[in-house]
């Protein structure tokens, strides 16, 4: 059973980083592709960034564009999202989500595992 754990959340200053972290619980776990979706507040959960296995393919949603990195260490089974410039609006519960087999798009219904998330709380 492949368990997908999230951390590095946290209260940060508008204009302050956060680096998240997401790591398999499984050593042989090889998704073609980790993404990151967030959920506001009374709001529908929203596709973030994702990444291929090889990192060849990495593409970003445009509200955060510029500000957000998303990058792998497979050796270590980790994906990560480097947050800077952070707002109000990316206030939110952040998911990793995973998929075995062709590269995962911006639709939730594409990734298989999922995390618990981890809360991202940005203060003006």
């Known amino acids: 059973q492949v368990r997908l754990v999230e951390s590095g959340g946290g209260l940060v200053q508008a204009g302050g980083s956060l680096r998240l972290s997401c790591a398999a619980s499984?050593?042989?776990?090889?998704?073609?592709?980790t993404a990151w979706f967030r959920q506001a507040p009374g709001k529908g959960r929203e596709f973030v960034a994702a990444?291929?296995?090889?990192?060849?393919?990495?593409f970003y949603a445009d509200s955060v564009k510029g500000r957000f990195t998303i990058s792998r260490d497979n050796a270590k089974n980790t994906v990560y999202l480097q947050m800077n410039s952070l707002n109000s609006e990316d206030t939110a519960i952040y998911y990793c989500a995973a998929r075995i087999g062709g590269l995962g798009g911006s639709g939730e219904d594409q990734y298989r595992f999922w995390g618990q998330g981890t809360q991202v709380t940005v203060s003006s």
């Open positions: 499984a050593r042989n776990f090889s998704p073609s592709s």
């Open positions: 990444i291929s296995w090889d990192g060849d393919n990495i």
